[in-house]
């Protein structure tokens, strides 16, 4: 094990609220110098701060008074997985064809940890943070692992002197062990590298995080899933980086499928530099209530940032969807799609702002957000919006939310569907140009859960 690493003690422990004792199980925690001096720092943020109300516009239409947080407490998997070992055992089973590499988490604890060799030769870190740290063999020499480092560090330091919110504060209090994808100048990999993170346990809280690199005139394809057990009361206080250098290209793909007990707050950032591309894709389709924001910072040149986002809320789900194009650089250019559906009692809102600085000529950019309504009881709001500094842009917005059009039921009928076939045929065909756009690997996957939350009939 690394003697960078700073390891919990031999004490027994008991669980720890999550709230009321965060010092005590900060003090358990694996990890480097400066990620234990981020959480303290995040701690002390924590301390001055009151949770969102909705006197704030961006929680006006989601109310956290409801919640007892300080009934969550930090699950004995999450204190045992920060015990040594830290590295996670490598399958000797290959990886199956056509992926680059494949992480598991399960509770907190990295289970299993594997990249391709002739990506690891060319200096591609992949894994969770302990893991990188704690075998040199896994991180393509000390000059890759020094890189990836110095990029994490500086993304997570920033992340958090920019955050303006207690659950943002609390997710950095309390991040164990980050999950960290680097891919060094002009290494281009075409095949997805795979996350797979899946929770348990009841009034439990867990921070997962996940910071992907990307430097100049590189590429890569992500896929992250994240599941829990079908009971359980698991509050995920979610986090994410996703820096993308000049002239590279990450495509990245989020499936959340939590249980319907389960709360998930979730706070991301990306930044592309000079003529760089994230093509991002969120799919919420599972949680009691979600609420998320995903910032796309634009601070070079020629960058481009394409959002897509499919949620699909049902019995009495909450889910509150916030995305920001932030625009920082002259001639840059963002699309947000997000298409969402609402069933039975449940309720969706969708906010979306465009942004643009003052420097920020040339800018183009358009955000648009789909609805449809499958319920009497079921209530969808959009709020797109732009605020503009500048007058050289060209930016739009546009919201439309409906109910299934019955002629096109009827029409699908006459070709010998079924009424539940038609329905789920044209739900489906809401969000199928979205799904199209994701990797070959995840498609089937997002439809077939599309396919099991669409009601038989209306």
């Known amino acids: 094990m690394s003697p960078a690493l700073r390891t919990m003690n031999d004490t027994t422990t008991g669980d720890l609220a999550a709230v009321e004792q965060i010092g005590e199980f900060q003090r358990m925690l694996p990890g480097p110098d400066w990620l234990v001096d981020l959480r303290a720092a995040a701690l002390g943020k924590f301390n001055a701060s009151e949770w969102p109300t909705t006197s704030e516009e961006e929680w006006r239409r989601t109310n956290l008074s409801p919640f007892e947080f300080d009934l969550y407490r930090f699950p ?16 000797e089973t290959p990886l199956r064809e056509g992926i680059a590499g494949r992480l598991e988490v399960d509770s907190g604890a990295a289970r299993e940890v594997r990249v391709r060799d002739d990506l ?11 893991s990188c740290l704690g075998d040199a ?31 943002q504060y609390w997710h950095f209090a309390i991040v164990s062990n980050p999950v960290v994808l680097y891919v060094p100048a002009g290494v281009r990999i075409d095949e997805p590298f795979e996350v797979a993170l899946a929770y348990a ?20 394809t992500v896929v992250r899933r994240i599941s829990s057990t079908e009971e359980g009361e698991v509050l995920l206080v979610d986090g994410s980086e996703l820096l993308v250098g000049d ?4 495509h990245y793909t989020d499936l959340m499928q939590m249980n319907d007990e389960a709360l998930v707050f979730r706070n991301d950032r990306g930044n592309v530099g000079r003529d760089g591309h ?22 070079g040149p020629g960058a481009d940032a394409v959002l897509n986002g499919l ?21 840059t250019t963002s699309r947000a799609h997000y298409r969402g559906a609402v069933g039975d009692e449940s309720h969706a809102i969708y906010q979306g702002l465009i942004q643009v600085d003052g420097t920020a000529r040339g800018t183009d950019a358009y955000l648009t957000n789909k609805n449809l309504i499958l319920g009497e009881s079921a209530r969808a709001d959009s709020i797109p919006s732009l605020n503009i500094k500048t007058d050289d842009v060209r930016c739009s917005h546009g919201s439309t939310t409906g109910k299934i059009d019955p002629d096109q039921v009827f029409y699908l009928g006459t070709r010998g569907y079924s009424a539940t076939e038609a329905l789920r045929m044209l739900v489906e065909g809401h969000f199928e140009d979205l799904i199209r756009q994701t990797p070959e690997s995840i498609q089937d996957e997002l439809r077939a859960l599309i396919i099991a939350r669409t009601p038989e009939e209306l």
């Open 120 to 130: 690891r030769d060319a200096g591609v870190v992949f894994g969770d943070l302990a």
């Open 137 to 167: 063999s896994r991180t393509g020499g000390d000059r890759a692992k020094g890189a990836m480092v110095e990029a994490v560090r500086g993304a997570m330091e920033r992340s958090l002197a920019i955050a303006d919110n207690r659950l």
């Open 76 to 91: 004995r998997t999450c204190i045992e997985a920060a015990l040594p070992p830290l590295v996670a055992p490598e399958s």
């Open 247 to 250: 002239g590279a290209r990450l």
């Open 278 to 299: 994230i093509h991002r894709t969120d799919a919420a389709l599972g949680a009691d209530f979600v609420k998320t924001r995903y910032v796309s910072e634009l601070t």
């Open 311 to 331: 949620y699909f809320a049902v019995d009495e789900q909450h889910m509150d969807v916030r995305t920001v194009q932030q625009h920082r650089a002259p001639h």
């Open 201 to 220: 346990g009841d009034e439990v809280v867990y921070a997962p995080h996940l910071v992907v690199v990307l430097e100049q005139e590189s590429s890569a």
